[in-house]
T-cell receptor, first 113, second 116 residues
Framework: GENVEQHPSTLSVQEGDSAVIKCTYS??????FPWYKQELGKRPQLIID?????GEKKDQRIAVTLNKTAKHFSLHITETQPEDSAVYFC????????????FGAGTRLFVKA | SAVISQKPSRDICQRGTSLTIQCQVD?????MFWYRQQPGQSLTLIAT?????????ESGFVIDKFPISRPNLTFSTLTVSNMSPEDSSIYLC?????????????FGQGTRLTVV
């Protein structure tokens, strides 16, 4: 089955700096890669996603890149703000008659003011 | 989108007892997913609940320990049976709404279970 690895487990940056979180996946059939943000005590929420036919996608301060050949995808947050502090999960989805999402281990991001 | 109501939000249970967690979705969905999230950890898929058939369990999870019901397309329950302290965790139900090749997972608010 699919396995998603995520690094780093913890990331601390100064406000205004950039943060990069990297993930790899194992199943070449995966074709959809969402990123979720989970604030303390809250449920995970989708922040951005990318499909396998696209190499990069940007939404304001957040961007995702995908390298299908290497099975790598990354989340980039620019101009970080304290409210970006949360746990971020990458995920890979395999469309097998329905979508089963496998999550990475999570990255705890701290943005220091 | 999908709105999921999950209850209870938290419970403290004695070891050896069972707890049933309920999830209600505001729309009909084919599959519902049950996850476990240890504090500070990732989401581990327990099983996929299909309406009209038995749930599909992931490696390490068995029906006797985590029986699931899926009586209709908007509702599911997960029971944590014969609980031990190792079952203390947050349990979340989820549905995935697909549109135009994109799938977004929506989560219930979670059930924080403490077994004493």
């Amino acid at each position: 089955g699919e396995n998603v690895e995520q690094h780093p487990s913890t990331l601390s940056v100064q406000e205004g700096d950039s943060a990069v979180i990297k993930c790899t996946y194992s199943d070449s059939a995966s074709n959809y890669f969402p990123w979720y943000k989970q604030e303390l005590g809250k449920r995970p929420q989708l922040i951005i996603d990318i499909r396998s036919n696209v190499g990069e996608k940007k939404d304001q301060r957040i961007a995702v890149t995908l390298n299908k050949t290497a099975k790598h995808f990354s989340l980039h947050i620019t101009e970080t703000q304290p409210e970006d502090s949360a746990v971020y999960f990458c995920a890979a989805s395999v469309a097998t008659g329905g979508f089963k999402t496998i999550f990475g281990a999570g990255t705890r991001l701290f943005v220091k003011a | 989108s999908a709105v999921i109501s999950q209850k209870p939000s938290r419970d403290i249970c004695q070891r050896g007892t069972s707890l049933t967690i309920q999830c209600q979705v505001d729309s009909q969905v084919t599959m519902m997913f049950w996850y476990r999230q240890q504090p500070g950890q990732s989401l581990t898929l327990i099983a996929t609940a299909n309406q009209g058939s038995e749930a599909t369990y992931e490696s390490g999870f068995v029906i006797d320990k985590f029986p699931i019901s899926r009586p209709n397309l908007t509702f599911s329950t997960l029971t944590v049976s014969n609980m031990s302290p190792e079952d203390s965790s947050i349990y979340l139900c989820s549905v995935e709404v697909g549109r135009g090749g994109r799938t977004e997972a929506f989560f219930g608010q979670g059930t924080r279970l403490t077994v004493v």
